[in-house]
T-cell receptor
């Protein structure tokens, strides 16, 4: 099976602009999570989607939003970009943990630089 | 809510020496624990996981970890490291399977 793919891999934006990142999960995986990774902060959970519904949300401002499509592909959007939004954004997919706990499979990430 | 603490942000170790990367968690409920590795410019890759059963868990690349419920720890160990083990290591915890909490990571540098 193909792994989790994220596009684009690198992105440079200017403060105040908005950006949309895309994630295609592993075939058959219905849960998609997004994380922000910055030096010293580790991975911070943004949100998780399952069957087009946001099930969990981290502690990020409303400028960060996401959605999931019927084919489980997911997008996240950041509006009114700030310098502090510069980070590696990671997407992870997993099977629906019905009766079990499944690990997350990560994509390579999108490196966002805000200037 | 859960949280994960990785006390060592950087761990230098000589090649072929043993290493231990520490992970402590806090949770009021039963948890499931994971260790991931991240190589430069890549996403995270699962090393091992503890879901239930034996508290000593063996993973890929010769790594193992021990779940200690009384000490709320899940330390990662390898008896002899290689240059190729140089990477960032993350400990993670979940109790639901759909929201994971990660530590801030430990940068392991293997010195030739």
């Amino acid at each position: 099976k193909a792994g989790v793919t994220q596009t684009p891999r690198y992105l440079i934006k200017t403060r105040g602009q908005q950006v949309t990142l895309s994630c295609s999960p592993i075939s058959g995986h219905r849960s998609v999570s997004w994380y922000q990774q910055t030096p010293g902060q580790g991975l911070q959970f943004l949100f998780e989607y399952f069957s087009e519904t946001q099930r969990n949300k981290g502690n990020f401002p409303g400028r960060f939003s996401g959605r999931q499509f019927s084919n489980s592909r997911s997008e996240m959007n950041v509006s009114t970009l700030e310098l502090g939004d510069s980070a590696l954004y990671l997407c992870a997919s997993s099977l629906e943990p019905a009766g079990g706990i499944y690990e997350q499979y990560f994509g390579p990430g999108t490196r966002l630089t805000v200037t | 809510a859960q949280s994960v603490t990785q006390l060592d942000s950087q761990v230098p170790v000589f090649e072929e020496a043993p290493v231990e990367l520490r992970c402590n968690y806090s949770s009021s409920v039963s948890v499931y624990l994971f260790w991931y590795v991240q190589y430069p410019n890549q996403g995270l890759q699962l090393l091992l996981k503890y879901l239930s059963g034996s508290t000593l868990v063996k993973g890929i690349n010769g790594f193992e970890a021990e779940f200690n419920k009384s000490q709320t720890s899940f330390h990662l160990r390898k008896p002899s490291v290689h240059i190729s083990d140089t990477a960032e290591y993350f400990c993670a915890v979940t109790n639901t399977g759909n929201q994971f909490y990660f530590g801030t990571g430990t940068s392991l540098t293997v010195i030739p």
